[in-house]
């Protein structure tokens, strides 16, 4: 289960293009009833799991749309692990992403019956993507409290994610097909009652968001990967 969330976490759906029309109405985020499906491996290549995403409910808004994602986690039996909602905002050709979805698989089952308080900036991904250019970091704090409204000290987490940098573009074939993507790297922490820090590399399709993703240690060991193996539209 803890691998498969960090998995999640860094697969994190994010789409690039050179442009983004005004209302977003031509990317997958925001055509109701479309799905992805990531599945997830291991540094040997044997299988973690898979999340399925959908995007359930477009809502027009004065800039642009939103949307409501709900994605669902599968253990590598393919049994139902948890399942969560975020929203995908697109306003004035800019991408905004709940940070909802960085939620670790493990920890929403374990506070299912607390009070989640997210505070944080959204993950942003501009209008116009230029290789060699850095993008805006991003942040998120989780706090959970009773249903008296007490906080839980021990039940805190937070996930930041920098260096976020557009290194080149790259034909990435997956099982979904194969696909000319903005291949970005960025840092990952995560902090509980521990840290953790990763290296991301990541790989997006300006029609169909995030195509591939291999994390690293610190130290640069490679520990595993994420690709799209379905799209439904």
């Not at 479309?34 to 995403?53: A, H």
């Not at 291949?183 to 399709?205: G, L, Q």
């Not at 300006?206 to 240690?217: A, C, D, F, H, L």
Request: some cysteine; proline content about 3%.
């Amino acid at each position: 289960m803890k691998k498969i969330a960090l998995f999640v976490i860094l697969a994190i759906i994010i789409t690039s293009f050179s442009f983004l029309p005004a209302d977003c109405s031509s990317l997958l985020f925001f055509k109701e009833g479309s799905q992805s499906t990531m599945t997830s491996y291991n540094s040997d290549g044997k299988l973690i799991g898979t999340t399925k995403t959908s995007y359930t409910k477009v809502t027009k808004t004065t800039n642009g749309a939103t949307v409501i994602a709900t994605q669902e986690n599968y253990d590598k039996k393919g049994k139902l692990s948890t399942t969560s909602n975020y929203t995908i905002k697109c306003d004035k050709g800019t991408l905004y992403f709940d940070l909802k979805m960085m939620m670790p698989d493990q920890q929403a089952e374990a506070y299912k019956d607390f009070e989640m308080v997210v505070e944080g900036a959204e993950k942003e991904m501009p209008s116009d993507l230029v290789v060699g250019n850095n993008l805006k970091d991003a942040h998120v704090n989780f706090t959970f409290k009773t249903k008296e409204g007490n906080e839980m000290p021990m039940m805190k987490m937070s996930v930041k994610i920098s260096n976020r940098k557009i290194e080149a573009k790259e034909n990435i074939t997956t099982p979904a097909g194969t696909y000319e993507c903005y291949k970005i790297t960025e840092d990952v922490e995560i902090k509980t009652m521990f840290t953790i820090k990763v290296k991301s590399i990541n790989w997006f399709n300006p029609n169909v968001g995030t195509v591939k993703t291999e994390s690293y240690k610190e130290n640069g060991k490679y520990t595993g990967k994420t690709e799209l193996t379905e799209l439904k539209k």
